[in-house]
């Protein structure tokens, strides 16, 4: 806990002018206003002392997601178990898109006076990326802002602000695909063959079908099969991170996705780390494995050129597929 010595100083100050003028005077009021000062000051320090450690913050979004150019809208939550309010705290956070990181320190001062309430934390994003927002101290003040704490504390959270859509054109491409046999069934997602490929876990949206009963009753859980494809080629979007090209890339391939998932193609999306010379693969069938997908792409650190990500997938000799290679608005199409 800390001091505020100019604030004490004054207040000291005002005690004693005041108490100047009511010897001077001769004013009783006066008198009963000093008293009242006096009391004043162990009143606010009690309160204080046991109410700054009564409150438990939250850091969450009004929107998963937000399409340029809105701007997300972060909240800060509290719920208090004092019995008494604090008129005034600063939250001190850091505000910053993933694609031009920013570590400028801001401040939002609220009053802590009901026993549960959010506000909104202003943040201005006119670009498209990952917006972050992290609280990392938070400073409680008396009624008299002479005595003040400081506590540190680690709130985040994130939004991704999508590019508009664009037309594509006739979109996606002819693949070749195995016709059905005997042993397939209609997917909304390519083909699906009788084959167990493995078992998992359930996970919300799949289909009461690929439970397996037998295991789940076993285990008291549930777990579904995950079936073979007999399709023997896929489409698979490799995007570039190109530093100079990203907000055309970057609609390119959301405009990409949205085409295809809506279309019930079957697709994974390919997304590259130039550091660790690595990608990783992205099924989307509906929006929200589609927010994951593009927050997972605005993490990745940006490069200067434009075949990184498809020559390491052509070098480490990836699966078999129709590769659709996208550089800002170019969306070039090979095997």
Request: charged share 25%; with cysteine.
């Amino acid at each position: 806990m800390k001091i505020n010595i100019l604030t004490l100083i004054v207040y000291i100050l005002a005690i004693a002018a005041l108490s100047a003028f009511a010897l001077i005077y001769e004013q009783p009021a006066i008198v009963l206003f000093i008293l009242m000062l006096l009391v004043l000051f162990p009143i606010s320090l009690a309160i204080f002392l046991y109410a700054n450690s009564r409150f438990e913050f939250s850091l969450s979004y009004k929107t998963p997601y937000v399409e340029e150019p809105n701007s997300p809208t972060f909240l800060l939550e509290y719920v208090s178990t004092s019995r008494f309010p604090l008129f005034s705290c600063d939250v001190y956070f850091t505000a910053d898109n993933r694609f031009y990181p920013n570590d400028t320190v801001h401040k939002l001062s609220i009053p802590l006076t009901q026993k549960k309430n959010s506000f909104s934390i202003p943040i201005e994003s006119y670009d498209i990326g990952l917006i972050s927002v992290r609280i990392e101290k938070i400073v409680f003040h008396d009624y008299l802002s002479i005595f003040e704490k400081s506590v540190d504390i680690t709130l985040d959270a994130s939004v991704p602000v999508l590019p508009k859509e664009r037309n594509i054109g006739d979109f996606p491409p002819a693949v070749p695909k195995d016709g059905p046999d005997e042993f397939t069934e209609s997917e909304n997602i390519g083909n699906i063959s009788s084959d167990v490929k493995e078992i998992r876990e359930y996970r919300p949206g799949d289909r009461l079908q690929r439970i397996h009963w037998k295991l789940s009753a076993k285990l008291d859980d549930l777990f579904v099969k995950e079936m073979a494809h007999t399709s023997s080629l896929a489409i698979i979007l490799i995007p570039e991170l190109t530093k100079s090209k990203i907000h055309d890339t970057a609609q390119s391939l959301l405009s990409c996705i949205k085409v295809m998932y809506e279309k019930k193609e079957r697709f994974e999306l390919c997304i590259y780390n130039d550091k660790a010379t690595d990608y990783k693969f992205f099924t989307v069938t509906n929006e929200e494995e589609m927010i994951e997908a593009m927050t997972h792409f605005y993490c990745q650190p940006l490069y200067e050129g434009e075949e990184n990500a498809l020559d390491t997938y052509v070098n480490s000799s990836g699966k078999i597929a129709t590769v659709i290679h996208i550089v800002g608005k170019k969306i070039r199409i090979g095997e």
